[in-house]
């Protein structure tokens, strides 16, 4: 039976993917046969990450570009073009938070926010959107959060961006499903990568950190997510298995969407 999962001979670019949940995805998209390029901003990110994709076993082709920059990334694009093949696939993972109440979050703070995890989606699938025309067909695949649908405190720029990007994820559907574009997104639970591990330091007496017992008795699962727990859901949005799926956010979250939480 085929089922559609291969992606062999695709061209793959996820953004930000030097470790964390992109690194995952990248690998995942390796494993079902893409070639895989990434970026990222740092030198000795680069190296590192250079590194672990060999040690897996990948041959992954690594970019600096920050993904705000709308030279860099058309730069980006083109050279891929060149080196790699035109991209029929583009994970938008490049993100950041930064936990600040509303009323102490300066406006440049939050200008930044919106600009990384909102903002450099628009640009980059402007960028490839172009080579998918000409291929006649494209994957797009946005990391949403579960801050698409919920607010928190402190989080109010993430919240916006996150939520702003489940809404462009909808319109690349509507604009460009006709040309054979899926535009769909992924939304995370809380996954255990550099940037939650703030949430899950040990307190000074070793105990849990109190948002860490939080988020694991509000999850049905039971337990943070990894990022391994993307790859199926990755590779099926990067597929012909998810050709008539378009404009929709896969939550990937333990259950907690669903739950109310117990009783106290
Ligand atoms: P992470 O560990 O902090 O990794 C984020 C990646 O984004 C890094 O590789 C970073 O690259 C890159 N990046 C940030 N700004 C960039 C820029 N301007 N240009 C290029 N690259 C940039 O985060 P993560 O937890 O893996 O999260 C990945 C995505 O999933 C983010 O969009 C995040 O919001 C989302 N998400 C995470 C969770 C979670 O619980 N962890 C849940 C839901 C959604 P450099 O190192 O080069 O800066
Ligand atoms: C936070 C977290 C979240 C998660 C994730 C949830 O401070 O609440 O960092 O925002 O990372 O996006 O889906």
Redesign the pocket.
Known sequence: MNTGFSLTGKVALV?????????AIAEALAMAGAKICF????EK??ADALDAYRQKGIEAHGYF?????EDQVKRMVSQIEQEVGVIDILV??????KRIPMTEMSVEDFREVI???LT?AFIMAKAVIPGMLQKGHGKIIN?????SELGRETVSA?AAA?GGLKMLTRNICSEYGGANIQCNGI??????????APLRERQPDGSRHPFDRFIVSKTPAGR??T?EDLMGPAVFLASDASNFVNGQILYVDGGILAYIGKQP
């Open positions: 953004t930000g993917a030097a470790y964390g949940i992109g690194f970026n990222c901003r740092g990110h680069m570009c920050d993904v705000t920059n938008n993972n490049a993100g950041i938070i600009d990384i995890d450099a990391i949403c959060s579960m801050m993430y996150k939304g995370p639970g809380y996954i255990a990568t550099p940037q939650t943070w997510g990022p």
